[in-house]
């Protein structure tokens, strides 16, 4: 049997699939478009369930409220990225999101990353200046609505 190179990738990497004469990769076996499993996130791709649309209502009611902070938190591959990133589609301007994927960093950085990622000047280093100014900011904004 003659081994042939299909012209496109499987999705599952970069390499090419070698197929044995004949037979048909997996985007066409299955009439795929696009590669699937690709490693970005595009929202049309999103499956909402029952439970998804449940928690993404009440997690965007919650923030239009004005109810403070929120951490998602889960196991690799449970969609939380896609979560985030399908949340922020649906925020108004009222609300300044600030997203740090995968912080690893100390208690003193988050802060200061926090603090860039909101474009604030950062006057102090120590951890005590940081809270306080990052607290005067939250106060500031509460008070603006």
């Known amino acids: ?7 496109h990738s499987s999705g599952f990497g970069d390499r090419e699939e070698t197929l044995p004469d004949g037979e048909l990769s997996f985007s066409d076996f ?3 478009t696009e590669k699937p499993f690709e490693n970005n996130l595009d929202l049309r791709f999103l499956y909402l369930t029952p439970s ?3 928690i993404f209502a009440s997690t965007l009611s919650w923030l239009k409220k004005g109810s403070g902070f929120a951490v998602l938190t889960g196991e690799p591959g449970t969609g939380k990225t896609f979560f985030i990133y399908d949340l922020l ?3 108004d301007e009222t609300i300044r999101p600030v997203l740090i994927l995968n912080p690893v960093a100390s208690f003193r ?4 990353q926090t603090l860039w990622l909101l474009r604030l000047p950062i006057r102090e280093e120590t951890e005590t200046g940081l809270v306080h100014h990052f607290t005067v900011l939250l106060d500031q904004m509460s008070a603006q609505g």
Do not use: I, P, S
């Not at 950085?109 to 200061?112: D, G, N, Q, V």
């Open 89 to 91: 589609c649906h925020l």
């Open 109 to 112: 950085e988050l802060l200061k």
């Open 30 to 32: 299955y009439h795929l």
């Open 1 to 7: 049997m003659e081994n042939v190179t299909a012209g």
């Open 52 to 54: 998804y649309q449940e």
